[in-house]
């Protein structure tokens, strides 16, 4: 069973510029959350999204979205990047129900300069 | 305001020895994973505990439960150079209508096995 794929593996931008992250979850698993991981401030929670509808969200600014597709595939973006945004982004899939367990992706490196 | 405080924050030892990481929180959890994350990684799901008291082994790794389902532990017997990686607790709650619940990470034990 293929996990859960996030491209691309790693990112560099300039301020002020704008980017999009992937993620394909675990065939069959509906849910899929997002997580900002950085030194300082370890994993944070930005959202949650099932079935193309955002279940749950974190205390991150409004430059922070995304959304699902049909697929469950998910994609994150980022507006008005900042060098405060620099981290690693993880995806993380779940099944529709009764699981405590997430698998995560490798994550997307990004770096802002 | 973190909600689970992960001890020690480092943690280096010798190859053989046992160690504890502990994961504290004033908060009650419907459950608690344990997760270990490698460089350029991320977190892989160790164990997952729900019930207060309950405790899991997952062969040299021994993971507990607090009776009150605010804190948990994780026992690492005779440690090895694979055991290496940043530790993390997640504690669930909040649950949505749809039955997932958001996680709320620790602040992470980063353990190093000295071959």
């Known amino acids: 069973k293929a996990g859960v794929t996030q491209t691309p593996r790693y990112l560099i931008k300039t301020r002020g510029q704008q980017v999009t992250l992937s993620c394909s979850p675990i065939s069959g698993h509906r849910s899929v959350s997002w997580y900002q991981q950085t030194p300082g401030q370890g994993l944070q929670f930005l959202f949650e999204y099932f079935s193309e509808t955002q279940r749950n969200k974190g205390n991150f600014p409004g430059r922070f979205s995304g959304r699902q597709f049909s697929n469950s595939r998910s994609e994150m973006n980022v507006s008005t990047l900042e060098l405060g945004d620099s981290a690693l982004y993880l995806c993380?899939?779940?099944?529709?129900?009764?699981?405590?367990?997430?698998?995560f992706g490798s994550g997307t490196r990004l770096t802002v300069v | 305001t973190q909600l689970l405080e992960q001890s020690p924050q480092f943690l280096s030892i010798q190859e053989g020895e046992n160690l504890t990481v502990y994961c504290n929180s004033s908060s009650v959890f419907s459950s608690l994973q344990w997760y270990r994350q490698e460089p350029g990684e991320g977190p892989v799901l160790l164990v997952t505990v729900v019930t207060g008291g309950e405790v899991k082994k997952l062969k040299r790794l021994t993971f507990q439960f607090g009776d009150a389902r605010k804190d948990s532990s994780l026992h690492i017997t005779a440690a090895q150079p694979g055991d290496t990686g940043l530790y993390l607790c997640?504690?669930?709650?909040?649950?949505?209508?749809?039955?997932?619940?958001?996680?709320?990470f620790g602040t992470g034990t980063r353990l190093t096995i000295i071959p």
């Open positions: 993380a899939s779940s099944p529709w129900t009764g699981n405590y367990g997430y698998t």
């Open positions: 997640a504690g669930a709650r909040g649950r949505t209508n749809f039955g997932n619940e958001k996680l709320t």
